[in-house]
């Protein structure tokens, strides 16, 4: 059980990480000595397993995935393919992709806000308005943003008001929409080349998180030599890569 966890809960929360040793072992010269301890580490995974579920009621009604057209028109446009295809969610966690909804409140007194911030160590926030009005140098950055590009962190926004889109790239290399509004949080993992843009409504609120000190820098596509990239390849495309060649073969 642990083992074939291991990658997806150490994606949804890193800092369960640190103690994956504990439940990954076996030894019985140290039962004695462990045993608190391993209790401990148990019942903190399964709190984890239970945030890992939480917060998905509803989820689709603030975020929707679909595969993109070719089309070069207006980037706002929904860009929906004819007839229609939609990606699962689940879809997306495969790709390191994970969200939850939330109540789309008041963010600082959120106590399940707390509990993803807790476990995920998201140590620093700040909040970003995107439209016309409020963002200096509107039209560079929006161009700027719908670069393809990635980070060498994850990327957390959660959508306080407003709603907008983030694109990311499946294992084929075909465009994925992500459709985000009021209470939808998303997190895109270091590595991942992605792109943002406003949809027709131009606003977007976002709470932005990051664990400690922010780096916002892009890394515009290629740059396919950075670690976080390589590591990203190992650990979802390739994964990803497996998994379609075995649903081929059958």
């Known amino acids: 059980m642990y083992a074939t966890s291991n990658l997806r809960l150490s994606t949804l929360f890193p800092s369960y990480c640190s103690f994956l040793p504990f439940f990954l072992r076996e030894n019985t010269h140290t039962h004695t000595h462990t045993h608190t301890h391993t209790h401990r580490e148990r019942e903190r995974e399964r709190e984890f397993l239970e945030m890992e579920s939480s917060f998905q009621d509803g989820k689709e009604e603030v975020i929707q995935a679909w595969y993109m057209d070719d089309s070069e028109e207006d980037q706002r446009l929904p860009h929906h393919r004819e007839p229609?295809?939609?990606?699962?969610?689940?879809?997306?966690?495969?790709?390191?992709?994970?969200?939850?909804?939330?109540?789309?409140?008041?963010?600082?007194?959120?106590?399940?806000?707390?509990?993803?911030?807790?476990?995920?160590?998201?140590?620093?926030?700040?909040?970003?308005?995107?439209?016309?009005?409020?963002?200096?140098?509107?039209?560079?950055?929006?161009?700027s943003f719908f670069e393809e590009h990635l980070h060498t962190d994850e990327e957390i926004r959660y959508c306080l008001e407003g709603s907008g889109y983030f694109d990311v790239r499946d294992s084929d290399e075909r465009w994925i929409r992500v459709a985000v509004k009021k209470g939808g949080m998303i997190v895109l993992p270091a590595g991942i080349y992605h792109r943002f843009t406003l949809d027709s409504s131009n606003y977007i609120k976002a709470l932005r998180l990051f664990v400690g000190e922010p780096v916002w820098t892009p890394y515009n596509r290629p740059h396919d030599e950075l670690p976080a990239r390589k590591e990203y390849i190992e650990a979802f495309v390739k994964k990803e890569e497996v998994g379609s060649n075995a649903v081929k073969a059958h």
């Open 84 to 143: 229609k295809e939609y990606v699962p969610l689940e879809k997306l966690k495969e790709l390191g992709v994970i969200s939850w909804r939330l109540n789309g409140g008041d963010h600082e007194t959120d106590e399940d806000l707390k509990k993803i911030r807790e476990a995920r160590g998201y140590t620093y926030t700040d909040i970003c308005e995107v439209c016309p009005e409020k963002l200096s140098n509107y039209e560079a950055k929006i161009k």
